[in-house]
């Protein structure tokens, strides 16, 4: 089961660790007349995806294999990054609604190598559901 699992999880962790860091990019550099609104709301995603990373951790140590959530890691990440220096509020929410709905795509074609472990695969669909809203959110912005 972990043969399959742990690479499957890792990718979904390696991707979230840089959405991370790209959402706290973007939170210090956002800019504009919707600065305030977009600032507060890209911290909500930033706490969401904090847990999500801690939960795709643990269930990597349930399997019995390590998460690795060193910065050396990150090089395989689908995350698309963003520009240096100031950022407009409504690029930001615009890119983080295309963001957020490529990573929920990717994490999606995961289910089938997980058929054999539903409780990973659970967790994924849970990651997916609350990409999805947060996604939702930032179109209704637009």
């Keep these: 089961m972990t043969a399959t699992a742990t690479p499957a999880l890792q990718a979904v962790l390696t991707d979230l660790l840089d959405l991370g860091l790209v959402i706290k990019q973007a939170h210090w550099n956002v800019t504009g007349p919707a600065f305030r609104s977009v600032h507060l709301h890209l911290d909500e995603v930033y706490d969401e995806v904090i847990n999500w990373q801690d939960e795709i951790a643990e269930r990597i140590s349930a399997l019995g294999d390590s998460p690795d959530g060193r910065a050396a890691s990150l090089s395989g990440s689908t995350i698309a990054q963003l520009p240096t220096g100031p950022l407009q ?37 849970g990651i997916v559901a609350g990409l999805d809203k947060q996604a939702w959110f930032f179109r209704a912005e637009i």
């Design 89 to 125: 509020a409504a690029a930001v929410v615009q890119g983080f609604a295309e963001r957020l709905a490529a990573l929920s795509a990717s994490i999606s074609v995961k289910f089938g190598v997980l058929e054999e472990d539903l409780p990973s695969q659970d967790v994924l669909i």
